[in-house]
Each structure stands twice: as C-alpha cells, then as structure tokens.
C-alpha cells in the first residue's frame, strides 16, 4: 500500500522461547504486523512491489485497516481503541504464527491488552493472531479476527453462538456473498424453544441460522462507498471489498449497543459484575438476555 507505506524494518525481536528466528515488524497506520521469514511461522516471500515487505503482510495490514474504514468510518461502530475497555490503547498488533501453534485455526483475536507491545514496549495495544498459511486475497480472516476486537470494546458477553456467529456475519464486509441466507420463518425461529436451542448450541453457523436472515429481514441492505472500494487494494491491485453490497450493519450496530444495556442484569444474576466479567461472559444463563435484545430489534423494527 502506497499511501500508509511506512514499513519498519525492525529488529531483532526474540518471539517466545524460540532462539534464533528473527521477528520483523511492518506497520501500516496503527496496524502493526510481526512477521518472520523463517521457521515455522515463515510468510510466502513474494513481493511484487519490491519494497523489501513481503506482500502477504502488507496485505493482512491492508485487509485490517479496509475492515477499520468500513466498520467505523462508513457504518459508525464503536471503535475498539479508546473504548472504555480499552481507553489508553491506540494501536493494533498482528502476530503472524504457525497454524499449528495456534489450535490449527486460521486467527485468533485476544480480549486482554498487551501491556508492552512488540513494536514499542513503551505502548499497549490490542493483539490478534492469524495464520502464516492465510491469504488474505481468499481468506477474510483478518475482517474476522478484527470484528472480534470490536465485538470486546463493545460488549463483555462472549457466548460462542453470538460471538463467532456474528463474527463469520462480518466477514460479508470484504466478502463477496451471491445468496444470501434467509429465514421465511424467522418470527417463528425467534420464538421457538427448539430453534433457539439450535442456535444457543452453535458457533460460526449462526451467521447462516440467525445473523444474516435477520438483516436480511430487516432489509439492512447497506452499499461500501465507491470511495473505499477503490482506496483499499491489495500490494497486486486486486480490491479489497469483493462487491458493494453489505447486509447487516446497522442491526448488529444495535444488538451490540443492546447487549452492552443487559450486561448489568446478567452480571446481577450471575452473582455480581466483577465475579461475572471473571467467569461468567460465557455462561448459557447469559443467552436469554442476549436473543432479548435480537427479538427486541426484530419487533421494533416490524412493527
Ligand atoms: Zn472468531
């Protein structure tokens, strides 16, 4: 990327208890990515644009920043950084790991701050993890993991149906979606106790399930600006945002400010806020104050 390109060529970073593998660092804006070109967790080496930066990690950065425009600047969600969660945090760390040192999943996104950061162990910041095999021309997994730090500044609720649910529906802003799922049924899905059973037991599926139909029924059809399509591409030329058409936004811009209003009462039964942001933003006594707030949009908006 021309326009943000400042590339630090950094410095020996000794990453974890490996001796020997030198760790670089590339920042883009407030994005910054630790990357090594050898071992385990080498990137692909090609750079096409010869500025001694691999392109696969100017790409994450691209991929991550494209994500920060469409989320923040064009659709108005609360921005991670500067969150009562986060206030003192104003930067963004991608550690690029082998796949198999992260559970073998693609990312990886972190709620807790890195206190001393790679690139400044002067600074905090937010920290993701993705996976040196991912590219992000067909993977949307740095959309993915970044919703994720949105999903922690905006909300402490971490029920796997909600947050990765929601998080595969994010991957729709850089992604190109041809069908979108729909549910005819969907007032009928939101009452049913079989159903929401369904849905309390999924993860990622739920975009399928719950997410996507609901925007789809609530005719949340948003455009990505021509602007931003042709600002953010990646190092080869190709457009970040697949296609214009984002499903969604404004309805899970209100569930994720609804669920921050339940958040008390959760916290109340779970025996007290502390004890439950300790243990408890998972458990399932905390599902029914979250489809709450889905069913509460849902009717307000239909009615
Ligand atoms: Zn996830």
Redesign the pocket.
Known sequence: MKFLLSALMATALMIGSMTSVRAEIYQQGIVYVNYEREGDAAVIATDVDNNGVPDVVEDIATQINAARAVFHDEFGFPDPLGSARYKNVKTIEVDVCAKKDMNN?N???FSGVRKKSKHNPNESALHISIASTADPHKNSTPT??Y??LIQYGATYFRNGWY??GM??WSQDAVQEIKKYPTDRNLSWTLKDKASEAKIFAG??GVAKLLWYPLSVDLNDKQKISSKLIKKYRYVDGAAVFKDNVFYGPNVMKRVLASMKSVEDEAANEFGGRKKWIKDGVRNAQNNKYILKCVRDIYNERRS
Do not use: D, P, S, V
Request: proline share 0%.
């Open positions: 999943q990312g990886l996104a993915h993991e919703f994720h947050l990765e998080a595969r993860k990622y």
